[in-house]
Nanobody, 125 residues
Framework: QVQLVESGGGSVQPGGSLRLSCAAS????????IGWFRQAPGKEREGVSC????????YYADSVKGRFTISRDNAKNTVYLQMNSLRPEDTAVYYC??????????????????WGRGTRVTVSS
């Protein structure tokens, strides 16, 4: 069965860092793109980052460029999101998801067919 499990969330002060993990099972990462999304209270879900399957091409939302880094370890079947210089507006529940066939918009939620349950990130003083 396809499963995605996020971990690594928690509370951090502004300017701090967190590393999120997305552990995949039931499939291999070699043939799928994996995206990170987030949803803050009162806000719609937004795409944060995506890493493609074959070339490892990376995509980032403008709001996180230069601060977040997505990476993939196929041997561990895990995707990571390194988050640096965190800001209060980064507070949200973060989800990872597997792309459906025919990825067109890497940061659009409708491109993804399986989702994890999410991990909460809180950035505050």
């Amino acid at each position: 069965q396809v499963q995605l499990v996020e971990s690594g969330g928690g509370s951090v002060q502004p300017g701090g860092s967190l590393r999120l993990s997305c552990a995949a099972s039931g499939f291999t990462l070699d043939y799928y793109a994996i995206g990170w999304f987030r949803q803050a209270p009162g806000k719609e879900r937004e795409g944060v980052s995506c890493i493609s399957s074959s070339d490892g091409i990376k995509y980032y939302a403008d709001s996180v460029k230069g601060r977040f880094t997505i990476s993939r370890d196929n041997a561990k079947n895990t995707v990571y999101l390194q988050m640096n210089s965190l800001r209060p507006e980064d507070t949200a529940v973060y989800y990872c998801a597997r792309s459906a066939r025919g990825l067109r918009d890497p940061l659009a939620s409708y491109e993804y067919d399986y989702w994890g349950r999410g991990t909460r990130v809180t950035v505050s003083s």
